[in-house]
């Protein structure tokens, strides 16, 4: 079986790399080389590069690297990117070409002249759909919570993705679960994306240079997730000169320095952050432990750090380090006392990050680039609880430990190639191996008591063994033009999941179609296959650090989805149009049974879940505007997503289909800022969201409390909650109005300070957070209210 | 410093006071009122039925709410057994419980009955349940030992029995002590027990649970298995029972065995998941129901006791 499905996977791939090949035989020559910021030395991602004369075009790809094959004449090239001044040049093409071309940000761009050149593959023009790319500049601009910028609530603006709770970073992309999109920094996975139980990512915005999101319709390159695709990637460093800034906020301070460290050949680019609330809260804890008699201290914090090293060798070669690391702690530390005994107590509670990569970009010729990678990624969670029981001036008399540690190790290798063997194909192919370890969960107890001169001892560990996947997938995908008007992204993976003596495989068959109906207006359409094997279990509406990452087993398949969408796109001068309808399959979900915790049992997770389905489909609208004074976009999404467990052995709800906890049927975001001068801008943001669902036991009835096997009877009736189904109820809307403003102020020297000040949920709309049975009452919630905040930034 | 420490007292509380919990309306709609019968046919003993409404919960107040809106005479409770054409009207017993009707019938379930209970009351959908009476389970306490662990006496236990292979079936186990102290009615003291056998693990909840470890709780759930492994075989288990000791005077020792249907087993688990502690981390649970346009349950059992003498 094993051996036809590789022959499968080899029969496509080569078809493809023969149907790209069929037109190289013509004299075609090739225009290749990078695209950067003349001021930073800065890598520009997506940048286009349109030959007039033909109309053929390309765009850099996450390096800056762009390639083009022509037919051999003359040529007039437009180098153009959002932002910057476009670059021409006319010349007689004859042979292969480096051309290394550095943009100048531009002052006209930002007066509001149109660009059309640089709209990327997600644009008109592309075959791409189910994309945004959202600037980053416009990313600073949106108004944050506590002043704390964060791409992931800019990127939960867009049409199609949910937010889930108020506050969460939690992303829900068109039907799909948190655990089902794959957040990729600098190409490597992050498990958890989460600071203070999802109210921040762990993306500092100082250390982001592009960000964009595959909604659906994703490239064969990318896979092992079944709902979208958020690539971010970090700002390389300046091969200039020193940079840097330094902000503090309400919340947390951070800086970020960037520089040459042998000037245009390595570079470094450090951010990192803190908060420091629990320094400022210690004062008041030590007090309120006073009052009670106690000694004690505790807080919260977390931190980030990220790093990056960049070092070209030549033009061929340039090799990239990144590293990211990041943890939330919570810590307590309490000493009781009274006249002859004392007890102290010591929690800890950690979650974390770790990631790091490796990359070496190869230009071969000038048809043929390569990055290969070798990454690694962990996520950890523990949990320690120590109790210390003393009687007078002694050793203690009892003690009790508690530990609940969960892990998840990725270590992964890949190379990517991308081919320009003629005008009309650009083909890219590769491969990519990972290797995971998960600890999903284990409790260690360790109890020992001494009292009365007697020792007794109990030492257990139970919990899921550590378990050992391996995946790995190879892809091949050509963007192939087939006439002017009609662009065919057609694609393959294969992917291969091995775990405990059983192997999936799967073939994920994408397919992306543009017809261009005229320079402004076309349709596009796509059908794409996905396939995943690692899981989320979690059964909160806000990201808890227990949530437990867990792979498919021989008992588990990995989820899959297929997912169908089409639509139209428009160009009314600077402003983007797009509507997108989309419907969605998945199969093999995971969600924990009825009453299933990660705590209560010393059951595996296994045990714990149930296998079933769900659906999604739904409307998209997207008006973006990314130049000019006044910049952003208006989104709306209309969507409803279902879940059914009704197979045997797996039935959840009683196997009737339930909305999911995140459907919502309406969905409007609108974000606005607006450039008055170079020292002072605006920004707001307004959402308006149908409630989520939640589950609200709406009967009350009175029943048995079960079986008396003493009395071999029923016992007594007795009133419960009768919960009639699963997220049976919709909670209230939500709605919220952002404001923020920018003072900037320039110095002399070249240093500038910024000043903003936001105030999040203007008009104090209490929106809801949780709704839940007070007795004969139903009682709401809401944890964010009016939030005014002042940031300070300087750079330098 | 102070200033600091001061404004960020003043953020607290204004965060505080700002971030409110307060009372909604209730925006959705309004789920009818059903009856709810729950009935446990055991073998061998005389039926009897627990009849109430339910009641919205905006509307619930005390134990009157769930019979009020009865009309007890025109209401009826019927049971019909194994199809016969005149089933058997229940009638209203007459000590009544808080908030439910019982109504009790002359007839006793046996072995391989099937049974299908209707109610009827003006105002509310008519409903119908049905259950088999299953066989008792026939096993066997082939050894037992003591053992000295923690400082404690352990008894291990070994069982044998068969399963008949007849039908998908769930067992229900619990070792329980007799006592009597002179002329007094005795009572009943149950046992935790532990196992390591096959048969609770393949039920998701094993005999050993962290949250009965950590605060003593008695989880019924631990004592159910089903036959899915060991269906038409014959199976041999142990369990080992801590912190007992040999027998005294009026104390007498037993193991009881019994047969439940698939509707108890369900009925018992989803209660106790609803009753956690740890509902706080839990999904929603639905209390298991498997009475039709209503809710409650209709379940039944079957037991066999075997003494065991030590």
Redesign the interface.
Known sequence: MKGRFFLRVAAGIAAILVLSAGNAAAQKVTVSGYMTDAASGESLISAALVERLSGQGTVTNNYGYYTLTLPAGNVSFEYSYVGYEPVNMSFRLTRDTVIHVALQPSAEMLAGASVTASRSETGVRGTQMSTIEVPVRQILRVPALAGEVDVIKAIQLLPGVQSGTEGSAGLYVRGGGPDENLLLLDGVPIYNVNHMMGFFSVFNADAIKNVTLYKGSFPARFGSRLSSILDIRMKDGNDQEFHGSASVG?LSAKFNLEGPIVREKTTFNISARRTYYDI??Q??IAWAYKDAGERGMGGYYFYDVNAKLTHRFSNQDKLYVSYYMGDDQVYTRVRMHDNDTKDHMKLGWYWGNIVGSVRWNHVFGSRLFVNTTVNYTQYRHKLDLDVQHYEKESDPTSSYAMGYNSLINDISAAADFEFNPSPRHDVRFGGTFIRHTFKPSV?T?HYEDRTGG?K?V?D?T?GDKNLFTSEAAVYAEDNWTLAGWLKVNAGLRASLYAVEGRTYTSLEPRLGMRLLFSGHLSMKASYSEMSQSVHLLS??NIS?P?DLWVPSTDRIEPMRARQVAAGLFYEMGPVDLSVEGYWKGMDKLL?????????????GWE??VAVGRGWAYGVEFLAQKKTGRLTGWIGYTWSRTMRQFDQEGNVI??GRPFPAKYDRRHDLSIVASYEFSKKFDVSATFVYGTGLCG?????????????N??A???T???????????NN??L?SYQRLDLGMNFHRFFRSGRHRTINVSVYNVY?R?NPFL?Y??G????????????PSVSYTFFF | MKK??TL??M??VA?CV???????????E??A??L?V???A?AG?PLSA?V?S????????G?E??IKALDVSQGSVRLTINGAAAPIRMRLASDQ????LLYNCDYVPQPGDHLVLEAEFPGFDPVRAETDVPYPPHFEVSSLAFREE??GETLDLTLRFRDDGSYEKYY?L?P?MEIRYGEEEPF?M?YRYASDDVVFKNM???A????G?LFGDND?VS?YFSDELIRGKEHTMKIEIPGIRHLEEGQRFFV?M?T?TES?YW??V???????D??L???????YSNVQNG???FCA?A?TCVEVHF
Do not use: H, W
Not at chain 1, 591 to 603: K, V
Not at chain 2, 18 to 26: A, R, T, V, Y
Not at chain 2, 270 to 276: C, D, F, G, K, R
């Open positions: 309400l400022l809260a004062p008041l409790n107890i007697m007794m109990q257990t139970f059964n909160s808890m227990t969600e924990y049974r009825d009453g299933a915790s990660f705590l209560g049992s010393s059951t045990e714990k709800n009683f589950s609200l036991a709406l009967q009350t009835i009175c029943v048995p409390q079960g079986y096997f003493t071999g009877s029923f007594q009736p007795y009133p419960v909650d009768y919960l009639e189904s699963r109820y919709r209230p104090n209490n709704v049975r007070d004969q009452s139903l009682k709401q919630l809401s944890i964010f209210p009016i939030m | 600091i420490y960020f007292a953020l607290l965060v700002l971030s409110c919990e307060k009372e909604i309306s209730f925006n959705g309004e789920s009122s059903r709810t729950s009935a446990l055991q003993e627990y109430s339910s009641v919205f919960f905006l509307k619930s107040r134990f709410s769930f419980p808080d908030g439910s923690d400082g229900f619990i329980r009943q149950t998701g909840v094993g050993f649970d962290l949250y470890m019924v004592y009881e019994r439940v108890l009925f018992d989803s209660y106790a998941q609803l009753e956690s740890f509902a981390f839990s999904e929603g649970v639905t209390l809710y409650g349950v059992t037991g």
